[in-house]
């Protein structure tokens, strides 16, 4: 009785589960599968039209690893995400403890570092490529003003991508602000208060109580941004289309290129897309275990 | 001594103030520059010589089909909350309170949707959808925004169906309720406002997308995105449209992100609020 019981209740929950199911088959796990079987097949839109799709075996991932354009775009994806990364965890540490230390007054610089966060990418991109123009751009008129050189910020492939990673440095400081904002929040006072009553300096308190509780958050915030710098597309795609020349093109937008965007190379993209995938994958597996021994936040 | 201290008390919020002005200043030079005339864009942050246009207001309302996409993406927008709300919060519910072997496999897929880069998606969806007629069109967005909107719905709602006290739906039970009646009259009106926190997380994430309308729609169907990075073609001399373009897109945005900003550090991870 107790287990027919048993049996219809588990019943209802998958009935419940039942409806979300067939979207998630049908729209994640079905594309994901059938990008697997196009990788493995010569696709060209362009060249031989959507009907003929002749299976190739992995010859589309030995061109991937000869592939001198994807291999730019993935170091590029690479240099763009360091440099990003590097600046926006600094400042984001620097604002989550100010913030934190700041009293009266927190809800306005709260909310001032949040509004670049609330503005989307391709806004965002929008703008900056208008602060930077050259010529007519406020960024340059201003430096002029004061007798500075005037570098073509985004027409130099030298500048190009540190120049984009200080967009999103712009962008998403506050991402990572938050996040140890609300790990430093979660924090007790009292081991601190003793601490202090202990004769312990600043570096100290920081040194062994506040980094620790908070390396759960600094995993977090990390791990999510790293995930979005590596897919980054709509910034390079907004401000520079890659540019100028390939210096700028990130994995994602060379994908798109080869696929939807103007080389109708399915099978090819495809394999792009799974080889990249792969990728970001792994990175991500090796910046976790940097964490190891850290519990999730 | 003296001096020392208050020097400490204040440097914090100078430091501050000096990176809250450098972050505000690229969004008060877009708003300054939406209301000038295309001569006044260069000539520093507050010189209106040609008087304040809010005009531009209108223009970029009419332009490049902006007014239509507006609407194109509050009905996209709308439809993919429905969906993932109503297929979501029952798969919610059912891993919040049947204790299946399912809440790992949630968690695992809402994980890899967010690792994956976009394009791992979208490139078979395109495919899928050229060869049957979904590209393009209100309603084939809206299915693929459901890679995006469903597991973070179904993983919120889960949340908040566990802060219900269960003792309510036991109660609810004895009297005779079916499993679906306490889901609807019982566990859906004591969620209501994280629903609504929900609602608008997947909003955002459908108003703010770039590349799921670049690559799944053409015209029919664009967005707000697509429109406002369309304007680009009219010229550097159309800045100041240009920027109330910008503008208008935003501000309902973070209109309702103020609104529910006690879920923005969700938001944040779950990439709801892009990142």
Redesign the interface.
Known sequence: MISKLKVKRSLVGYLFMLPALVIVCGLIIYPLFQNLINSFFEWNWIKSGMDTKTFIGFANYKRVFMDKLFWNSFWNTLVFSGIALGIEFTLGLVVALLLNQVGKGSLLFRIVIMFPLMISDIVAALTWKMLLDPSLGPINNFLSTVGLPTPNWLGNPKLVLPVLSIVDVWWQTGNIALVLLSGLQSMSIEPIEMAKIDGANRNQIFRFLTWPHLLPFVRTAVLFRIMDLMKVFALPWGITRGGPGRASEVSQLYIYKQGIGSYLDMGYAASLAVTFSIFVIVILTVVNSFFKGVEEA | MKIKKEISKIT??L???I??F???L??L??FL?SLKQPVD??K??FIFESGVKWDNYAMAWNTSKFNISFFNTLLVGIGTVI?SI???T??A???A??S?K?NQFLSG?LLL????????????????Y??TGLFDTRIGLI??F??LT??YS?WLQRSFILSVPRDIEEAAKIDGCS?FQI?RKIVLPLIAPGTVATSILSFITV??S??FPL?LAYSEAQTV?IS??N??GYG?FN?PV??AA?II??VP??IV??FI?KY??SG??M?A???
């Open positions: 914090p919020y430091v501050l103030t990176i809250s450098l972050f505000l690229p969004i030079w877009l520059t864009i260069s520093g942050l969906i109503v297929f979501g029952p798969m519910y059912s891993l309170r049947y299946l399912g897929l949707v967010r690792m994956l880069p976009e394009l791992l998606f979208l490139l078979p969806l395109y495919t899928i050229r060869q299915l693929s459901q890679i469903l597991p179904v499993d889901l108003w703010t770039l590349l690559t995105s406002i990075a304007f680009k550097s800045w240009m920027a910008c897109v935003t945005q973070i992100l103020i900003n923005m550090v944040l991870t990439g609020v892009k990142g």
